[in-house]
């Protein structure tokens, strides 16, 4: 049971960092007042520091929840 706890808590935290982040890449690449490129790059540092260790942690728990899943 604490396998599959960790593999939904996982998902869960993948999910809401990852729509999350797209939400904010979409918005400026689609906001017309900005600069282009430069703010997409800066949006993307942004994201991949902001979102991605959520991300990552999540992958993890997924992970590790799969790991003990199997060993039984």
């Known amino acids: 049971m604490f396998a599959g706890l960790l593999m939904a808590l996982g998902l869960m935290i993948c ?14 690449l689609f906001d017309s007042n900005q600069n282009g490129a430069q703010a997409v790059l800066g949006t993307i540092g942004m994201v991949s520091v902001f979102g991605g260790v959520p991300f990552g942690v999540g992958v993890l728990l997924y992970l590790l929840g799969r790991r003990l899943a199997r060993e039984r």
Not at 17 to 28: D, I
């Open 15 to 28: 999910g809401t960092s990852g729509l999350c982040s797209a939400w904010f890449l979409g918005m400026t």
